[in-house]
């Protein structure tokens, strides 16, 4: 994360960038640092976050909401924001969005942005002009009930079939672990949520593991199909998945504009603590 009293600018993603943010609680251990965090909430914040049973619990609120303030102010370059003056809504299905006071430049209001975290991850996901989700999962979590009992209860009958063939058991656990966050990924991005678009109300195809053989190289890697009628299930979408400090899995969906060949990049920066700074770790063409 970064010590507030000096939040350096960055440049805005350009239309063809996702930029992908992440912190592990773990490593944010300065008091101090926590102090200042706490500092930059209203009210209604603060007593959400000390509201929460337990230490863990409170710090990874208190992050998750400083990751989202102390990320967006750093990409106003032509007018600074404050974190501290930053006011958040959610739209009807409960995603979270910026209320903007100006717009002088057109860039403010079309800053996108959406949140995940687990346990022992926090990611933040920035884009300009598209509609963004994002989801996280630890690589190592394991399921109470057996994996295709709950993908039956979940997921479509033809991604069902997909996981049913894998016969590692261990495969078959980080495969429905990466379908998870995409599907995840994916309602979030239309801004309904799992309440909108039940995960089996639409199947997503991954050619990585049920491969096309005559794939189209102008064919995403990763497609959305909505089942039946769709009628708030749209298709285009463009998806990539990565890793992120080696422990989870992480996906991005957002918005295209249609064009086919149009490569859009996911930039993964770790930010670490205060006295590491911020550092651009990978970069991901979002079509691979």
């Known amino acids: 994360m970064f010590c507030t009293s000096s939040l350096s600018p960055l440049q805005l993603p350009s239309r063809m960038e996702t930029h992908l943010w992440y912190v ?25 976050v000390f509201s929460m049973r337990g230490d863990e619990l409170q710090k990874s609120a208190l992050l998750a909401r400083a990751l989202v303030r102390t990320t967006i102010s750093r990409y106003q370059i032509h007018s600074h924001v404050s974190p501290r003056s930053l006011v958040f809504r959610k739209n009807t299905h409960g995603k ?7 717009s002088d430049d057109g860039h403010p209001s079309q800053l996108h942005f959406n949140l995940s975290h687990t346990s022992s991850l926090i990611a933040c996901g920035v884009t300009i002009g598209s509609p963004i989700g994002i989801d996280v999962e630890e690589k190592q979590r394991t399921m109470k009930s057996n994996i295709l009992s709950f993908a039956k209860r979940y997921f479509s009958c033809e991604e069902v079939e997909v996981l049913s063939a894998i016969l590692d058991p261990e495969v078959q656990r980080q ?49 959305v199909v909505p089942l039946e009628k ?16 080696g422990s989870h899995y992480a996906a991005v969906c957002r918005q295209t504009d249609g ?22 770790k990978n970069l991901v063409d979002l079509t691979e």
């Open 96 to 102: 979270p969005e910026v209320i903007w006071e100006h």
């Open 175 to 223: 495969e429905f672990l990466k379908l998870w966050t995409l599907k995840e990924a994916y309602v979030k991005a239309l801004g309904i949520g799992f309440s909108g678009a039940p995960f089996n109300t639409f199947t997503i195809r991954s050619r990585a593991i049920n491969p096309n053989p005559n794939p189209n190289p102008e064919d995403s890697a990763i497609v």
């Open 24 to 48: 592990l609680p773990k490593e944010v251990k300065s008091d101090s640092l926590l102090s200042q965090y706490v500092d930059l909430l209203p009210p209604h914040e603060k007593d959400h």
């Open 259 to 280: 064009l086919l060949g149009d490569k859009k990049q996911t930039c993964i920066a770790n930010t670490g603590g205060p006295e590491e700074g911020d550092m651009w």
């Open 230 to 245: 769709p009628t708030n299930l749209t298709t285009n979408w463009q998806f990539a998945q990565v890793e992120l400090a």
